[in-house]
């Protein structure tokens, strides 16, 4: 039962470099989310996708895209890294409303960039 | 918007010690509540949630939270805090129905329990 799985587990760009940050989940989840994890703010969300085939922003999407290739993958591209894109990204699926009850976000186990 | 606060940075107590983070939440409808817990260098894992019913909710490892709804509050208690207790935790609300259910979280409470 692997759940959420992100890859890589960590990397290091160089500023202006382009990187894209895997994740899928085995939960059969309609949503799916990206987040940043930064000393002292918590965890900010980038970009969600509420259902496949759709994407929405959020808290700090400035920087990031993201494609929702299946209903099982959601990845977030960074096209030209910056050091301020240091952070820890954390993926997280969950079930929506038309799934049924909502339960929780289930989260990978992150991957540590660093931009230099 | 629903927004979330966190009380306190940083926690620092003795083994045996009790346990009360504080978490406030600002959104006037229904939400759905939860606390997560983060070990170190290890990812989120829920600790407890809370949808309906009874406003006091018990997780794993002897955590609990209580949810009181004039205060807008979901503060997380543990009676007494073991040196493995020793993490970040982080409260977290999403807003109940709409198309999504995404989570916004606090900045987090980082635990240190001294043995």
């Known amino acids: 039962n692997a759940g959420v799985t992100q890859t890589p587990k960590f990397q290091v760009l160089k500023t202006g470099q382009s990187m894209t940050l895997q994740c899928a989940q085995d939960?059969?989840?309609?949503?799916m989310y990206w987040y940043r994890q930064d000393p002292g703010m918590g965890l900010r969300l980038i970009y969600y996708?509420?259902?496949?085939?759709?994407?929405d922003k959020g808290e700090v999407p400035n920087g990031y895209n993201v494609s929702r290739l299946n209903k099982r993958e959601f990845s977030l591209r960074l096209e030209s890294a910056a050091p301020s894109q240091t952070s820890v990204y954390f993926c997280?699926?969950?079930?929506?409303?038309?799934?049924?009850?909502?339960?929780?976000?289930?989260f990978g186990q992150g991957t540590r960039l660093t931009v230099v | 918007a629903q927004s979330v606060s966190q009380h306190n940075h940083h926690v620092i107590l003795s083994e045996a010690a009790s346990l009360e983070l504080g978490c406030n939440y600002s959104?006037?409808?229904?939400?759905?509540l939860f606390w997560y817990v983060q070990y170190p260098g290890q990812h989120l894992q829920l600790l407890l949630k809370?949808?309906?019913?009874?406003?006091l909710v018990k997780g794993i490892k002897g955590f609990e939270a209580e949810f009181i709804k004039s205060k807008f509050s979901f503060n997380l208690r543990k009676p007494s805090v073991q040196w493995s207790d020793t993490a970040e935790y982080f409260c977290?609300?999403?807003?109940?129905?709409?198309?999504?259910?995404?989570?916004?979280f606090g900045k987090g409470t980082l635990l240190t329990v001294n043995p």
């Open positions: 977290a609300v999403n807003a109940h129905g709409g198309s999504n259910y995404k989570l916004t």
């Open positions: 939960m059969n989840h309609n949503s």
């Open positions: 997280a699926s969950s079930n929506s409303p038309g799934q049924g009850l909502y339960t929780e976000a289930f």
């Open positions: 996708s509420a259902s496949e085939g759709t994407t």
């Open positions: 959104y006037g409808g229904t939400v759905n």
């Open positions: 809370y949808f309906s019913g009874d406003p």
